[in-house]
């Protein structure tokens, strides 16, 4: 008998004093041979075998009654298989499907082991002196914690007594061979996936395959339609596995990386760039219209509501993994339009919920992927987003060095709207840096030459943090009021609230609380509504602040503790300073 559930029913054979009736349906798959070698094993003569399947069925079903027997059916490709082979006797059967039409089974998924369980069987199978735990464990993720993997793994290493798991570990890195490595004696890792691959239908193994071009771990079901809609066959094939409902309320499928490893390697290259085409092409659609709905108020359009800005931070957070590692991929396959477009596509939100990692990552790969794609304009774009990125990561100088390389760049295009956002960016930066002077020329020219009510809302507002920093607190609470108000009207709900909350500091600082108040709760009241836990806990923040100014130090004292855990959760190191100095005043 092989390995896994065999070697469990041997163990436990003291439980089925009358034998364990064991048949491998990858090797068998005709139930009447199957019948037949079971018949012949409890005593029936050759010559008293039934010749059809029915007579034979109803035999096993008399010979195993009131027998102490275990019937165990390894590797079944389907129902038809194991139907005739069950009587009243336990079975156990194994198989990459689901088997649902079996109604009366209880099912037990044996998913992929844990690094700890999995470091142990290999132990187990090459001895503890060999298996290293650091070691190991490389050896597991490169296994994918999968026990057929992990069990011929180690019976090379056992047949090998010379190798290390190191050297294992370095013939298994390369991908494109692991697979073919993967095999000790015949036991074969690709097999386990050719033989569900084989009992798909066509247009199923067609899916299947196309799924092997993305590298993220998991992906919704928008994805499985765009690669071939036959999810549900494939998971009932065993080739994929439900993962999840998402917070957007999408399916959620994984492909285990050694599956994806037997998908690809049935692609050529002009196939996977041809799959991964039809994925950004449908992705960036709709990266397009929920980045509309984060970045509303554009020339020409009406104002976004509430639940679409919120369902479109919803939908982004689900596929925010998948679209980063999607970026990579159409880099990888030369798909060098595309890249850079998704990578820009993707900046507004990556910036306002403050995923820098992931941002940086796309950044330096989009601006290389729009280089290589010889666009200059996608080159401009792309180094105004590395410019957003250090702001937002405030290294001012880096920062001023790409939006001055963009500026170059876009004036040389003659991309008016695009000069005026960019210099708005720059007389920020200056702001930043103390250059108030500076920042203010470059505002103004800024909003001089502003093409329409968005980036006039948005250059107002800056030169109202420009009169902030220089003490001009008349002109800067005009200035904001006023972009609040154009912001509002435009449905731009986020940069509302971001006016909001620099006009409640200028209140604050003309000692006219009541009025910061009420701006603070409005900011507040939109980030609530929109669902955005960093806008709110910014606008916590100033509510804190606030009540500090009336003398109210324990809610003050509340609200930046709530701040201070959101911005924990997310990373934001200058908005945890922020909560912290405040929370040193309480």
């Known amino acids: 008998m092989p390995g896994g559930p065999a070697h469990a029913a041997w163990r436990h054979r003291e439980r089925f004093p009358e034998g364990i009736l064991y048949a491998d349906l990858r090797e068998t798959t005709a139930p009447a041979a199957v019948l037949e070698d079971f018949l012949r094993w409890l005593g029936c003569p050759a010559q008293a075998v039934p010749a059809t399947l029915e007579r034979r069925e109803r035999l096993l079903r008399t010979y195993a009654a009131n027998r102490r027997l275990l019937v165990l059916l390894d590797n079944a490709a389907d129902e038809s298989q194991v139907r005739p082979l069950l009587t009243s006797c336990p079975t156990v059967v194994t198989s990459r499907s689901t088997l649902g039409g079996l109604t009366d089974a209880t099912r037990v998924p044996v998913g992929v082991l844990g690094e700890d369980d999995a470091c142990d069987l290999v132990s187990r199978l090459i001895g503890p002196r060999r298996a290293a735990r650091a070691a190991t464990a490389r050896l597991v993720r490169l296994c994918g914690g999968l026990p ?80 071939g809609d036959h999810a549900e066959a494939l998971v009932e094939a065993g080739l994929l596995e439900t993962h999840m409902i998402d917070v957007a309320g999408q399916v959620r499928y994984r492909l285990h990386d050694l599956t994806r490893l037997f998908a690809r390697e049935q692609l050529d290259a002009e196939a996977v760039q041809e799959a991964l085409s039809d994925l950004a092409a449908v992705a960036m659609t709709r990266v397009q219209a929920s980045r509309f709905t984060l970045v509303s108020g554009e020339p020409a359009s009406s104002p976004a509501a509430t639940t679409d800005i919120r369902q479109s931070v919803e939908w982004l957070h689900a596929e925010r993994v998948f679209l980063v590692d999607l970026v990579g991929d159409l880099h990888d396959a030369g798909l060098w339009d595309g890249c850079w477009r998704l990578a820009h596509l993707l900046a507004p939100f990556l910036e306002r919920q403050r995923f820098l990692h992931d941002w940086r990552r796309i950044c330096e790969t989009g601006l290389e ?8 304009r996608g080159v401009a774009l792309t180094l105004r987003d590395q410019g957003d990125l250090y702001r937002a990561e405030r290294q001012w100088d880096l920062a001023h060095d790409r939006l001055r390389l963009a500026l170059s760049a876009f004036l040389r295009e003659g991309a008016a709207r695009d000069v005026a956002r960019t210099r708005r960016r720059l007389g920020q930066v200056y702001l930043e840096q103390g250059k108030l002077d500076e920042a203010e020329r470059s505002l103004v020219k800024c909003l001089a030459v502003a093409g329409n009510a968005k980036d006039t809302a948005e250059a107002i507002c800056a030169l109202g943090s420009a009169a902030h920093r220089a003490g001009r607190l008349t002109e800067a609470a005009e200035r904001l009021a006023d972009a609040a108000s154009r912001l509002a009207d435009l449905g731009d709900r986020h940069r509302h609230a971001d006016a909001l909350l620099e006009l409640t500091a200028v209140r604050l600082a003309q000692g006219l609380v009541a009025d910061a108040r009420q701006a603070a709760q409005r900011a507040r009241g939109i980030a609530v509504r929109l669902g955005d836990r960093l806008l709110d806990a910014h606008g916590l923040l100033m509510l804190a602040r606030v009540n500090l100014a009336e003398g109210a130090t324990s809610r003050a004292r509340d609200l930046a503790e709530e701040a201070l855990k959101i911005f924990d959760g997310a990373g934001d190191d200058q908005g945890r300073g922020e909560a912290l100095d405040v929370l040193h005043r309480t």
Request: aromatic residues 6%; proline residues 6%; hydrophobic residues 50%.
């Open 148 to 227: 057929i993997a992990l069990r011929v793994a180690g019976s090379q290493l056992a047949a090998r007594p010379a190798w290390t798991v190191d050297h294992l570990v370095g013939l298994l890195e390369d991908e494109h061979g692991r697979l073919d490595r993967l095999r000790a004696g015949d036991q074969a890792v690709r097999g386990v996936f050719r033989l569900g691959y084989d009992g798909l239908p066509g247009p199923a193994r067609h899916a299947l395959r196309r799924l092997g071009a993305p590298s993220a771990p998991d992906f919704a079901d928008w994805v499985a339609v765009v690669l």
């Open 369 to 376: 992927a729009a280089r290589r794609a010889g666009s200059a």
